[in-house]
T-cell receptor, first 113, second 115 residues
Framework: GENVEQHPSTLSVQEGDSAVIKCTYSDSASNYFPWYKQELGKRPQLIIDIRSNVGEKKDQRIAVTLNKTAKHFSLHITETQPEDSAVYFCAARLMDSSYKLIFGSGTRLLVRP | EAGVAQSPRYKIIEKRQSVAFWCNPISGHATLYWYQQILGQGPKLLIQFQNNGVVDDSQLPKDRFSAERLKGVDSTLKIQPAKLEDSAVYLC?????????????FGPGTRLTVL
């Protein structure tokens, strides 16, 4: 079946450094790629998303890039802060009748003060 | 606006017992999702409703799991009988219409522990 692979599973960076999380997807027809942040014990929340008609999107310190040819997309966080520590999930939307999201396995980001 | 509500927040049961979870989506959201999130993994879709009809339940273990959304608003997810491997957080989410790239909003989840 369709799947989304996410790497790395854990990432530790020094405050102020950049963090990059990468995902690959299998459904070449996918056209929507959201990123969710889940803090410990809390619900996943959308932080940024990208549609297949653009290659990059930025929102302050976070950005997402998409390479449709290679079927991969990445989350970039610059000037990391301790409050960025959380689990980040990428997802890809299937282009069947359900339009359901397939989630990656998550990346636990730790920002060291 | 009010978010997605779920109850209970925590549940501990013994294997072979039954359990039910409740979800109230954001008002006006036609699409409702139930996800299972096992520790250390991403959310896995169990069932998706559009109003009160099932759109996708391909990953729902139908021998023990059931879900309904009778009036197209609230939904319940039931497990009977529970197994140890059902221990997970069960997340409910809702969106306006997945076909137009609307955001999915998640509830706080129900953490189920099966002993």
């Amino acid at each position: 079946g369709e799947n989304v692979e996410q790497h790395p599973s854990t990432l530790s960076v020094q405050e102020g450094d950049s963090a990059v999380i990468k995902c690959t997807y299998s459904d070449s027809a996918s056209n929507y790629f959201p990123w969710y942040k889940q803090e410990l014990g809390k619900r996943p929340q959308l932080i940024i998303d990208i549609r297949s008609n653009v290659g990059e999107k930025k929102d302050q310190r976070i950005a997402v890039t998409l390479n449709k040819t290679a079927k991969h997309f990445s989350l970039h966080i610059t000037e990391t802060q301790p409050e960025d520590s959380a689990v980040y999930f990428c997802a890809a939307r299937l282009m069947d009748s359900s339009y359901k999201l397939i989630f990656g396995s998550g990346t636990r980001l730790l920002v060291r003060p | 606006e009010a978010g997605v509500a779920q109850s209970p927040r925590y549940k501990i049961i013994e294997k072979r017992q039954s359990v039910a979870f409740w979800c109230n989506p954001i008002s006006g959201h036609a699409t409702l999702y139930w996800y299972q999130q096992i520790l250390g993994q991403g959310p896995k879709l169990l069932i998706q409703f559009q109003n009160n009809g099932v759109v996708d339940d391909s990953q729902l273990p139908k021998d023990r799991f059931s879900a309904e959304r009778l009036k197209g608003v609230d939904s319940t997810l039931k497990i009977q009988p529970a197994k140890l491997e059902d221990s997970a957080v069960y997340l409910c989410a809702s969106s306006l219409d997945p076909g137009v790239l609307n955001e999915q909003f998640f509830g706080p989840g129900t953490r189920l522990t099966v002993l």
